[in-house]
């Protein structure tokens, strides 16, 4: 027969037996439990990621690979950086020049140069949300050539380039170039930004080289333009007659080709009746 003393023994060794157990099924309940806890809290943060926006495209639809618009980017933008030691100007019409002579099936396709046109604008208006303004003076230049070549070489609805345009974006002031591009992509990106610069005054380029106004600026709403080959533009009817002996030969020219285009519009429309 056992002993009362040892049987209380073995009650205390069995309680304390069940107590380790349950111990031990408490903690491994307890390391189950937070290691769901621990899935679950990476699985929100996954849907959270996922819930994010992609970065904007500004309304631009990426180029596959190879296709003849990337290549057509690409060369442009190699040319323009190796001309990148003359003016910026003279580094566009460099790009343009070769991309005209490698491209010209899509240089003369509307449709293929609405596309470029559109991740130019994409690449200036990320250049202004990334605070590279004088980059983005630069892009807008690129897209005037373009829709100047477009509007004069293609679709023939003007007689020639305005370069006056050209110059104007590359000194523009910030409502102009904020405008610019707001104007051109289907976002709302820009919208904040322009509240921002709204109030500033869109200041245009006089064309006379010695004007004394800083940097040839001038209020746009006040500016004028030479009558005759309606290219060239003003602070003043001194600036304007001070230039005209090197716009003399330019206005011809100009004036000739607005008249020449003139005369085929009235017999393109005479045809179409």
Excluded at 13 to 37: D, G, P
Excluded at 234 to 239: F, G, H, L, V
Aim: net charge positive; aromatic share 8%.
């Amino acid at each position: 027969m056992v002993s009362r003393k040892k049987a209380k023994g073995k009650e205390r060794k069995a309680a304390k037996a069940m107590k380790e157990e349950e111990k031990e099924n408490s903690s491994a309940a307890a390391a189950q439990q937070r290691e769901l806890e621990g899935a679950l809290e990476l699985q929100m943060q996954r849907l959270i990621i996922d819930s994010l926006p992609s970065p904007c495209k500004h309304g631009f639809d990426p180029f596959s690979a190879g296709h003849i618009c990337d290549r057509f980017v690409h060369l442009y933008s190699i040319t323009f950086d190796a001309s990148s030691g003359n003016s910026s100007i003279n580094a566009i019409l460099d790009a343009t020049d070769a991309v005209e002579d490698k491209y010209p099936e899509v240089l003369y396709d509307s449709s293929k140069m609405k596309h470029i046109l559109s991740y130019f604008s994409l690449v200036g208006t990320q250049q202004i949300l990334d605070g590279d303004d004088d980059a983005a003076r630069i892009t807008s230049a690129v897209i005037v050539v373009f829709e100047e070549f477009i509007a004069s070489k293609v679709n023939k609805t003007k007689a020639g380039v305005c370069t006056q345009k050209l110059m104007e974006m590359v000194i523009a002031d910030d409502h102009t170039l904020v405008s610019f591009f707001r104007k051109r992509i289907t976002c709302s990106c820009l919208d904040k930004k322009h509240k921002e610069v709204k109030s500033i005054k869109k200041m245009g380029y006089c064309n006379n080289e010695k004007c004394p106004l800083p940097d040839g600026k001038v209020e746009r709403s006040k500016m004028l333009y030479c009558t005759r080959c309606r290219y060239a533009y003003y602070c003043s009817r001194d600036c304007q007659e001070t230039h005209w002996s090197d716009h003399r030969e330019v206005c011809k020219k100009k004036a000739e080709e607005n008249a020449k285009f003139e005369q085929e519009m009235r017999i393109r429309d005479q045809n179409s009746m």
